[in-house]
């Protein structure tokens, strides 16, 4: 399977955002992370591919599942990991982002995971690494507002796994209507989902009340793509006919302002429920990037219901996803 994985042409130095990727590279996304969930649903799941090279995750604010998930998939890379704690670090003490990078550098890091509070901090780091002709190469694992690339591409693998088990691809998206509910101003998942999504050709509606989806979404489609983008702020209208719906969590760490009556008014107004999901295609499924608000963004019932609900399967793409991440920059710059 490596060796022939190993033949992929892959030239993108850093993973920072989707707004640029072709359709050819979340192909190859694809079709890695599906060669990688075959090693983890068998008996040995680990490989050598980037054997000797060494893993820095750097989430400068709160994760659970996107640094364990990283971290998982490094460790079934067979990669030495280093793992970055803000509260416990030289921050604390005065020292800046980029003299922390180049720390991990010294230490002889090759690809660097960073989350950040901040947009744009990735992409500072990338342009440092890269004045310094480290070879080092940069994940965006969450920057601020702007780009969570990592969790589009999962869910995007999630979606098209479930359309084609045995060959997941952009094809399949092709006409399929998906609906984004719930916090979108806030929201970096939503951004980055917008970008592939529509690349793949999915008709995507977002829905949200007015305070938490701007006009401003309207322009976030690429002139090539292939896809649509339309605007609700009602939820009912959006859901009907929908084949997949991705709900968000409500951001209240990154609102500033009353966005929203109450959490009660919400879920009576953008919950799903059951009953709002029989307006939906009949073999409709939910998505959640996590972590949820049970009972405001969506129904525990509803969240755990395997026939309807897919969180527990992104969790599983999102390590396939993230080997092939990894395993794509790490061959791609000699690792």
């Not at 400068?60 to 998939?73: D, G, M, Q, V």
């Not at 979606?159 to 509910?181: A, C, Y």
């Not at 608000?293 to 390590?319: A, F, H």
Request: glycine share 6%.
């Amino acid at each position: 399977m490596l060796t022939d994985m190993a033949t992929t042409i892959w030239t993108r130095r850093h993973i920072l955002s989707l707004i640029d990727f072709t359709p050819e590279e979340y192909e190859t996304v694809l079709q890695t992370a599906a060669s990688f969930l075959k090693v983890l649903s068998g008996r040995t799941k680990k490989v050598p591919a980037l054997q000797g090279r060494v893993v820095a995750n750097m989430f400068f604010e709160p994760s659970t599942r996107t640094r364990s998930s990283f971290e998982l998939a490094a460790k079934r890379l067979s990669a030495d990991i280093l793992n970055f704690s803000p509260g416990n670090s030289s921050l604390t003490k005065g020292e800046t982002i980029l003299d922390t990078a180049k720390t991990y550098l010294a230490m002889g890091a090759d690809i660097m995971v960073i989350r950040h509070k901040q947009a744009g901090v990735p992409q500072i780091i990338a342009q440092e690494m890269d004045r310094l002709n480290s070879g080092v190469t940069i994940l965006n694992a969450g920057d601020g507002l702007h780009q969570h690339p990592s969790q589009a591409l999962l869910d995007l693998f999630t979606i098209t796994s479930v359309l084609d088990p045995d060959n997941p691809r952009l094809e399949l998206l092709k006409g399929k209507k998906i609906v984004i509910v719930g916090d979108i101003l806030h929201s970096r998942v939503a951004r980055s989902n917008i970008y592939s999504l529509t690349t793949a050709g999915a008709e995507v509606h977002l829905a949200a009340p007015p305070t938490l989806l701007p006009q401003d979404f309207r322009h976030m489609v690429k002139d090539n793509s292939q896809g649509k983008l339309l605007l609700h702020w009602e939820l009912d209208s959006a859901l009907k006919d929908a084949d997949f719906v991705m709900t968000l969590r409500l951001q209240k760490e990154r609102m500033t302002a009353n966005f929203i009556p109450s959490l009660r008014e919400y879920h009576r107004l953008f919950g799903i429920t059951r009953d709002r999901l029989k307006v939906c295609h009949p073999d409709v499924k939910v998505l959640h990037p996590g972590p949820t608000n049970r009972g405001v963004e969506i129904t525990s019932d509803l969240m755990d219901d395997p026939e309807l609900s897919l969180v527990s399967k992104q969790v599983t793409s999102g390590v396939a996803t993230r080997m092939a991440l990894l395993y794509l920059i790490g061959i791609s710059n000699g690792s």
